[in-house]
């Protein structure tokens, strides 16, 4: 079944400031930006931030801050995670981004634990979304980073992580879900256009390589279409 998403009321008007236009969102009759899904597919939530998706699952990450008081959220960046490496399921990724990850586990693990670090969301193979920072602040997922010649990436920018890897194809219903998020969310920071959708290899060449040449732009852009 298709997957309804919206995170607030009725969003519409441009300011000038994402972070002055989350917190200038009133309570207004529901609103659910992908009009093929129900609009009760959702929960209501409170209508000013945090901006939390409605009826998945949160995991508040503790690695986040708040943004520049003058960011424009305008980039939505596109990651992979697996845990161990190539390997898919168990709580691992949750456990990375709530810094309890069990170190006996996997050798892999010793060399990641200092490392802090989070995404706005994971989707899971099985396209289960979890939520881990809530849109309005910065979550810590590009690190160093460039995206048409402005840097600090994470400052104006939302992170996806998909569970997959570089050379593993992604799963139908991932891109899906992928697709409903991007969607809403750019509903939610219009600011955010096809054009400024890129993969964490494109802000940090040479340092990270994912999504990887397993991910299909075209039909994850197609979809976007649809």
């Known amino acids: 079944a298709a997957l309804g998403i919206c995170f607030i009321k009725e969003i519409r008007p441009k300011l000038k400031s994402n972070i002055k236009y989350f917190y200038n969102l009133l309570s207004r009759k529901d609103y659910n930006p992908l009009n093929s899904f129900p609009a009760n597919h959702f929960t209501n939530m409170k209508s000013s931030p945090p901006l939390w998706l409605k009826n ?18 305008d980039l939505l960046v596109i990651h992979n995670i697996s845990l161990p490496p190539a390997q898919f399921g168990g709580p691992w990724i949750e456990d990375f981004f709530l810094n309890r990850l069990d170190t006996s586990e996997d050798a892999y693990f010793q060399e990641i634990s200092h490392l802090r670090v989070s995404a706005h969301f994971l989707i899971k193979r099985d396209g ?9 602040k910065r979550a810590w997922h590009a690190g160093e980073s460039c995206f048409q010649g402005q840097h600090r990436c994470n400052d104006f920018s939302v992170g996806i992580e998909l569970e997959g890897s570089d050379e593993i194809p992604y799963t139908d219903i991932q891109y ?16 955010i256009t096809t054009e400024r959708i890129t993969g964490h290899e494109h802000i940090a060449p040479g340092r990270k390589t994912d999504p990887g040449p397993a991910f299909d732009w075209p039909r994850y852009l197609a979809l976007l279409n649809t």
């Open 128 to 136: 289960e979304i979890l939520q881990f920072v809530p849109l309005e």
């Open 56 to 73: 998945i699952r949160h995991c508040p990450s503790p690695n986040c801050d708040e943004r520049p008081g003058d960011a424009r959220v």
């Open 176 to 191: 899906q879900r992928l697709a409903e998020l991007s969607k809403a969310i750019m509903d939610v920071c219009p600011d």
